[in-house]
């Protein structure tokens, strides 16, 4: 670490029991104890690594006298103490760091200049695919395929942990990334050879902020730049707006703290919190519990924050205690944060904050979200009404009007071959309350016309219709973290298997802990018996749901979905519920607590009202409802403290790098440059630095520009770059299949992030992405190369346009790039030859990532659009005044010309959304990676 020019005299020593740290103190400057806990922070960041350079003493007098009502106009350079990392982000990362050492050495530089010089974790969490379900083996059947899967990348990954300094790797099976951060690696405050300070943490996974419960500040950036925080290149921000977000009240009876998240989600998305950060403040918060802090904080980039941080307190060192922390870093992290007024006291006096808003808990109500975005939220009563009020979205079946009986299509087998044939339902039962006594025509509008009878292999006939419940999944993002509703869903499950409760045989049950510690707690609570009746078996210890690894449906339901084009629906316990992004069999996705994920496996459909339908009869035949078999919170409190304790977090990390015997058996390669094998389809050497001058190019102006896609509102990274299944007869499976691979281990897009070849070809080829240049959805478009301007594979249309140097832009609407913070929807957008994105506006994390690959965000005139200028995707566009960065300047505005194919032409001024001059240096470079890289061998 470089030393500080110490400007304000501020290192100090903080003495903790017998040892001595030195730290900056926040007293030094006037100005600096005032501020939002968050800032505080920053701002210690500044005084430590004021180098004069990157860092001066004016950077730290601007956050000194931040006004917390204007606009962020102050650029500063935030050092974070560490990086985080998943393996779907993680691989691309560590193949651009490997290809790096190549290319220093081709400029003339040494391999081993590149290593991260700060701390770089990556957890392997996202490659484990529920396959297997519903069984004792699941667990182990999961993970015997995913080495056999992905034992290329984990290989890869292995000689990355033994050749780069400062790099650590947590093997596969052990848990979500974001657990194991708040579980175990999360520092809360560093010491670095006696220094002590803050512990800030970025993450190529934009959930990183689960971390901000813990006090710890941090978020999400694209792999990209987390590539170049590695390598010891600050993060280029300003000074941001931080909205205050005061909690009173307490939670009331049969309320989770998934149904707090969701609230507070549908709040802030409501305000309006992009680019700016929250902190959680007053005396409410002190009654808040770490786990539900970490649930909060989890959900950030669903509201749109950069952060969503809580201060330390008492509940912090409580939970570190509880983890296995040692007692040397408990004592270190309240005496500082206690020096640094970073500490929340009794009756503090609060800090002034940008914007202010205010929840009582007490009036937080049960909640769902969906059917395909997380701030959609839903109150639980309501739920079976706007599903019918969503359903017409999603099929064209015709209303039937009331009291009359639909139609249905039987599916029966005969002689191994699935057929379908006209039938009547004759026992007027619909499918999502069939054998539950409800007349057919009970319910009026919004029903579907169509229910399929199916019979299942294993024995068993049974109707499936609109609404049923494909998925339901206790998957491990945001609230296996949460004891109080994993416990909850296991009593839930004690109760329903007491009474005879089952779920729907159609109902595909996973269940996918975010740590072990869970399968440890399950165990002695003795729920598992409970959970495994109901068809929830431990499937894996991962990501799964959330990221589109909930593997396959049973072929008679998936074949059953897809012949009648039902809408299927997912119930998860996670973040994440855009289209496309669970299944590709499942049409509207809903988001829920682990308690109603159960509930709703048992009742089958989304067409059910918990209050007044009963989710089945208990042995004696009486109707059970879902207020029969709910916890109380005394209930789920006691089997907490019966069933958690220290000792078993101690036990679970005390080895936690070391892995499995089919970890430490891998074949690693050897060497401190990697040796490529160009017959890989999961590791190829990164394109970007091919040929690369050791001086860039000058920026050019855009000329005769085709629009590659036309989009609306609300697309997301996984509308650019999915994560899912590769679905046979795109580019990619072509690609796959040239090369040998059968269709059964295409595994999926993300555990393929390590090649460009297969990820180029996934770029905006995600099932239910709308290109508005075509009809059909899914990865296509219209290619102008042709005179007949044939519909063609977006990737296929694109090498056309490349063989005729013609560039292309893209058109967006509003919050384009939502989600996560995938570098390949930026590295994807490049390769397919796009040099600019014009959108009315971006989320944080993916413009930043356009500018990392040098690709120009722009957007439209405040209120214009694609729509309202009269923007068909047919014209051709010229963009002037890019040049303006070679001079070192950052052009506000940015000339557009659409010339239309009669002749007329479309003007409009595009502002540039490139903000601060980090930024502007690593769009004049050509991306981030080629200014490191540069910035590398000049040294």
Known sequence: MTESLNSFDAKKKLEVGDKSYDYFSLDAVDGLKKLPYALKVLAENLLRTEDGKNVNKDHI???????????????????????????????????????????????????????????????IDHSVITEAFGDADALTKNVAIEYERNEERYQFLRWGAENFSNFRVVPPGTGIVHQVNIEYLG???????????????????????????????????????????????????????????????????????????????????????????????????????????????NMSPEFGSTAAIFPIDEETTKYMELTGRPQEQIDRVEAYAKAQGMWLEEDDEEAEYSEYIELDLSTVKPSIAGPKRPQDRIELDKAKEQFRKDLVNYTDDEVLEEGKKPEVRRMVAEGGVQSYVDADITDGHNVSRKGQGEDASAGGEGRPSHPTVVTSPAGGEYTLDH???????????????????????????????????????WVKTICAPGSQVVDGYYKRADLWKDLEALGFYLSG??????????????????????????????????????????????????????MMVIAYAIAGTMDFDFDEQPLGQDKEGNDVFLKDIWPSPEEIEETIEASISREMYEADYADVFKGDEQWQNLDIPKGETFEWDDASTYIRKAPYFDDMPTEPADVEDIKGARVLVKLGDSVTTDHISPASAIKPGTPAAQYLEENGVERQDFNSLGSRRGNHEVMVRGTFANIRMRNQLVEESGGYTLDFTKEDKPQAFIYDAAQNYKEEDTPLVVLGGKEYGTGSSRDWAAKGTLLLGVRAVITESFERIHRSNLIGMGVAPLQFPDGESHESLGLTGHETFDIEGLTEFNSGSIPKTVKVTAHKEDGETVEFDANVRIDTPGEAEYYRHGGILQYVLRQMVKS
Request: negative net charge.
């Open 61 to 123: 007098k601007a956050i000194a006298n931040w006004d917390p009502k204007s606009e962020p106009d102050t650029e500063i350079q935030f050092t974070p103490a560490r990086v985080l990392m998943q393996d779907f982000t993680g691989v691309p990362c560590v193949v651009d760091l490997a290809t790096m050492r190549e290319a220093v050495s081709n400029l003339g530089g040494s391999a081993d200049q590149v290593n991260p010089l700060n701390p770089a974790e990556m957890v």
């Open 187 to 297: 520092r809360v405050v560093f010491d670095n050879d006696g220094l002590a300070y803050p512990d800030t943490c970025i993450g190529t996974d934009s959930h990183t902020t689960m971390e901000n419960g813990l006090g710890i500040l941090g978020w999400g950036v694209g792999g990209i730049e987390a590539e170049a925080a590695m390598l010891g290149q600050p993060v280029s921000m300003l000074i941001p707006k931080v909205v205050g977000f005061k909690l009173t009240g307490e939670i009331p009876v049969g309320v989770t703290a998934t149904d707090v998240v969701l609230t507070i989600t549908d709040m802030l998305r409501e305000h309006g919190v992009v680019q700016k950060i929250v902190e959680f403040y007053g005396n409410g918060v002190k009654s808040i519990p770490l786990a539900n802090r970490a649930t909060i904080g």
């Open 467 to 505: 609404g049923m419940v494909a998925i339901a999944s206790i998957t491990s993002c945001t609230n296996t973290s949460n004891p109080s509703v994993m416990i909850g869903a296991g009593l839930i499950a004690r109760k329903a298997n007491e009474l005879g409760l089952t779920s729907k045989p």
């Open 541 to 594: 210890f991962g990501c799964t749901s959330c990221i589109g690894n909930s593997g396959p449906l049973p072929e008679e339901i998936s074949d059953a979905i897809n012949s009648e084009d039902l809408a299927a629906t997912a119930v998860l316990s996670g973040n994440r519920n855009f289209e496309g992004r669970i299944s590709p069999d499942v049409k509207m996705n809903y988001l829920a607590s682990p």
